[in-house]
Nanobody, 115 residues
Framework: QVQLVESGGGLVQAGGSLRLSCAAS????????VGWYRQALGKQRELVAR???????NYADSVKGRFTISRDNAKNTVYLQMNSLKPEDTAVYYC?????????WGKGTLVTVSS
């Protein structure tokens, strides 16, 4: 079991930046992957970015070059730096951990980007 708690969401103007944090209740170093998903109103949840145990990263095409995922193994924390935000980035952002075939989810943090 692992508990995930997101923070850092809020309201920002288009072109602005936010950094999301996800604190895990246990070590993330050995997990298969950790990442961020988002769900906009009326849409399906989608992958934003993830980082594997081997430190490989992948991003949704819509955020490449604007968002950066990172992790601090000592703090059991995953970050999502979001720059050049657009109104279409507005969504609830969920932290995800995948470990030995099980997905764990945080409760989400709302990001609202105004035009």
């Amino acid at each position: 079991q692992v508990q995930l708690v997101e923070s850092g969401g809020g309201l920002v103007q288009a072109g602005g930046s936010l950094r999301l944090s996800c604190a895990a209740s246990r070590s993330i170093f050995s997990m298969d992957a950790v990442g961020w998903y988002r769900q906009a109103l009326g849409k399906q949840r989608e992958l934003v970015a993830r980082i594997t145990r081997g430190a490989s990263t992948n991003y949704a095409d819509s955020v490449k070059g604007r968002f950066t995922i990172s992790r601090d193994n000592a703090k059991n924390t995953v970050y999502l730096q979001m720059n050049s935000l657009k109104p279409e980035d507005t969504a609830v952002y969920y932290c995800n951990a995948f470990d030995t075939g099980v997905n764990y989810w945080g409760k989400g943090t709302l990001v609202t980007v105004s035009s």
